[in-house]
Structure formats: C-alpha cells, structure tokens
C-alpha cells in the first residue's frame, strides 16, 4: 500500500510557476512509477505527466515544454515543475502511483493522494 501526500498548489498569475510535490510512504518508492493527474471542474480527469522508476518521462501534448516531471529516489518524493501557466491549467491536480516500474500517458494507477489545487488568474 502507498500512501500519497500532494503539496504546493495555490493561486498564480497566467506566465507565472509553481512547483507541485508528492511524498510517498508505504512501499519501496523508488520501484513504483509516478504520474501527475488534473481534473477542472466539469471535466474528466486527464493525465499530465508519468515518470518510470528508472526516469523515463512522458508528457500531454497540453504541457510539452511548460511542465517538468521529476523525482527523488532518496526522499521519496515525485515533483512537477509548472511554468508558463495558463488560466486553462486551473484545476486540481493528483499524484498517482503505479505498482510497475514502467508507466506511459495510457497506463492505469493503482494509487492516489487527495489532490491540491491550482488556480491561475488571467
């Protein structure tokens, strides 16, 4: 069992930055592959980026170039780093965690934290 922990979300301006974090407990992080989630309001939730457990990164196409996923075997802890936000990148964002090492945009999660919001004004 994982347990996800989501920090750092808040409130920007439009071309601004943020920097989300996820504290994993429960397992051997570093054998799990990670993955970032939003959903707005209204609308499904969509993924955004997933890291392996080796650091292969994938992105959405909506992010490419904006978005860092990163993460830190030793502190268990997996990051996006956010820059040149958008008012359409406003919605509530999940860590998600895998039990395989390997993840791409299309794989399934078995693990979720409860979310942190982030909202960007225009």
């Known amino acids: 069992q994982v347990q996800l922990v989501e920090s750092g979300g808040g409130l920007v301006q439009a071309g601004g930055s943020l920097t989300l974090s996820c504290a994993a407990s429960?397992?051997?992080?570093?054998?799990?592959?990670m993955g970032w989630y939003r959903q707005a309001a209204g609308n499904e939730r969509d993924v955004v980026a997933t890291?392996?457990?080796?650091?292969?990164?994938n992105y959405a196409d909506s992010v490419k170039g904006r978005f860092t996923i990163s993460r830190d075997n030793t502190k268990h802890t997996v990051y996006l780093q956010m820059n040149s936000l958008k008012p359409e990148d406003t919605a509530v964002y999940y860590c998600a965690a895998r039990d395989l090492p390997t993840a791409t945009l299309m794989s399934s999660f078995d693990y979720w934290g409860q979310g942190t919001q982030v909202t960007v004004s225009s």
């Open positions: 890291i392996t457990s080796g650091g292969r990164t």
């Open positions: 429960g397992s051997i992080f570093s054998v799990h592959a």
